[in-house]
């Protein structure tokens, strides 16, 4: 039997009674309310560290660039961890400092985000001499202003990840989140492996509870939950946010779902529908984990997008609906939602054309044929 086969779905009123009123208030709001939920862009990061082949530098630059221009304000940047562990993440220095990031940077001075994943304080310091060597100016921004770290909720992947406990992992971080807020730099926190463990099996959510309140007790403002091998299931994740609301509050939470059972949309929905402010999401479904046997991509940013936007929700990707009596059907008529759709696609589809990988996102992929057959009955109207 499946270590996850038999486990009970707990209904919605087993969230902490902070949020008791939760459900009521989901669904006598307004579709025309259009909530809105962050998007989290980790391709750059978490998408490629597992890549195989070696990546061009200016590669990394391009995908980050296109993300942007396709109206991505949150995008992971790169990590300044050991080449000798994870190579594809070696030119970080290279990316952050590009004039091109750092143009992106001073055009968007309020709402870019280019996070760094911060692994440990060697991390923390190599970041450092990077924002403190020249050129920059006064004036300019820095070329990032978040750092991101992690830790596990469970001791065999924290043992596999970061060669030490869970306990230890905890305890090297204050210096660096204090740090890194005394240069003004805001901190995320991920905590690994929130769902199942490739080493341990099925994670205790009151150990992710007591993980994900010690890193906001420490000052990340906020904690994103990461189902790293991809087990997940609506269920599960309504009963892990029951255990972590009572020790955390929603507004403080993300969710980072991979795909590897097919399941990643729809525990997206089921985390924003109990309350989850921030998605985290990869273009075109990059990622795994080189620390994680088996596990398959991130959730698509093109499939989350796509649901979230066609459920009521807003993205902040594309405009705002014309017509609130409409779902899906306006991402399919011609107008400013569907070409900003179609324009996420097509990043989508370079990014897997340049590492010669099969395009992950379902959502993406639809659309641009949907394109394709529009531009062909348009061809053939012309003769």
């Keep these: 039997m499946s270590m996850y086969a038999g486990t009970r779905t707990p209904c919605l009123r087993r969230l902490h009674p902070s949020h008791s009123l939760l459900l009521p208030r989901l669904l006598s709001t307004p579709a025309s309310a259009r909530r809105q939920v962050k998007i989290v862009e980790v391709g750059p990061r978490d998408g490629l560290q597992n890549e195989k082949q070696t990546l061009p530098t200016e590669l990394k630059i391009s995908l980050i660039e296109k993300l942007v221009d396709a109206g991505l304000r949150d995008v992971e940047a790169g990590s300044f961890v050991s080449p000798k562990w994870v190579p594809q993440m070696a030119s970080t220095s290279e990316v952050l400092s ?21 692994p440990n304080a060697r991390g923390l310091q190599s970041l450092f001499t990077l924002l403190d060597s020249p050129p920059h100016s006064d004036e300019e ?7 991101a770290l992690f830790v596990s909720a469970s001791e065999g992947f924290a043992k596999a990840n970061l060669n030490m406990s869970i306990s230890q992992s905890l305890a090297q971080l204050p210096p660096i989140i204090e740090q890194a807020k005394g240069r003004g730099m805001a901190v995320r926190a991920y905590v690994s492996v929130v769902l199942g463990c490739p080493f341990e099996g099925r994670v205790d959510g009151k150990q992710v509870a007591e993980v994900t309140k010690e890193l906001l007790d420490m000052g990340a403002y906020e904690v994103s939950l990461g189902d790293t091998i991809g087990v997940g299931t609506p269920g599960l994740w309504e009963e892990l946010l029951g255990e972590v609301t009572k020790k955390a509050p929603i507004e403080k939470l993300a969710a980072h779902c991979h795909d590897t059972y097919g399941t990643g949309v729809a525990n997206v929905l089921r985390c924003v529908e ?18 994680s046997p088996g596990a398959t991509g991130n959730v698509s940013t093109e499939d989350v997008v796509y649901a979230l936007e066609s459920s009521g929700y807003s993205t902040g990707l594309l405009p705002a609906h014309t017509d609130s009596s409409k779902r899906w059907d306006d991402l399919a008529e011609a107008g400013e939602r569907r070409d900003a759709f179609e324009k996420l696609a097509e990043v989508g589809k370079w990014v897997s054309q340049r590492l010669g990988r099969p395009n992950g996102s379902r959502a993406g992929q639809a659309a641009l044929k949907r394109r394709e057959r529009r531009e062909k009955v348009d061809e053939k109207a012309k003769l």
């Design 98 to 118: 590009s004039p091109i990031l750092r143009t992106l940077r001073n055009r968007h001075p309020t709402l870019l985000s280019l996070p760094v994943l911060v």
């Design 274 to 291: 109990l309350g989850i402010p921030t998605v985290d999401s990869s273009i075109s479904a990059l990622g795994g984990c080189p620390y």
């Design 141 to 147: 921004l820095p070329i990032t202003s978040e750092i």
